[in-house]
């Protein structure tokens, strides 16, 4: 099965494999409207599964305390899940402190403490939090398909 995760933001954290991991960043540039993260989201998943096809993709489910994080990873979550609807990709989302309880065993672990932990038990060196949330999620929902 070819699993997608995905920490979703500007910049999303992905992992497809042990071997296969990184950062997108969705940044917009000065002369481009907001909408071209969701464009070049978009455009990052269809090139994805042009070269894997993707049985199911997980990602972080939206929170936090800041209402335009809020609305932006919303809107991201929302062009996923058409995008999975459309291509017939079946989608599971996990809360934040489910990522981290499973990584660390504490539900409010830090973004230094995922990261170390994703290079302690995995042996990967994240480019940043979001790789290193993205690696976890991955490797969570692998241990929840072995479980059920």
Known sequence: MNVL????????????SPNEHGVW?????????GGMKLI????KLNEIHSLVKLDMVVFERTSGRH???????????????????ENG???RSYSASEIKKFATGNG????????TTCKDRYSIVPIDDNE????HLWYLNQSSI???
């Open 5 to 16: 995760a995905l920490d979703v933001a500007t910049k999303t954290g992905w992992c497809l």
């Open 25 to 33: 960043d969705l940044k917009t540039r000065r002369d481009e409207s």
């Open 40 to 43: 070049r989201f978009k455009a």
């Open 67 to 85: 209402k335009a994080a809020l609305i932006h990873q919303s809107e991201l979550h929302g062009v996923l899940k058409n995008w999975c609807d």
């Open 89 to 91: 990709i079946q989608y």
């Open 108 to 115: 409010r672990a830090s973004k230094a403490l995922m990261m």
């Open 132 to 135: 290193a949330d993205a690696v």
């Open 146 to 148: 072995f479980t059920a």
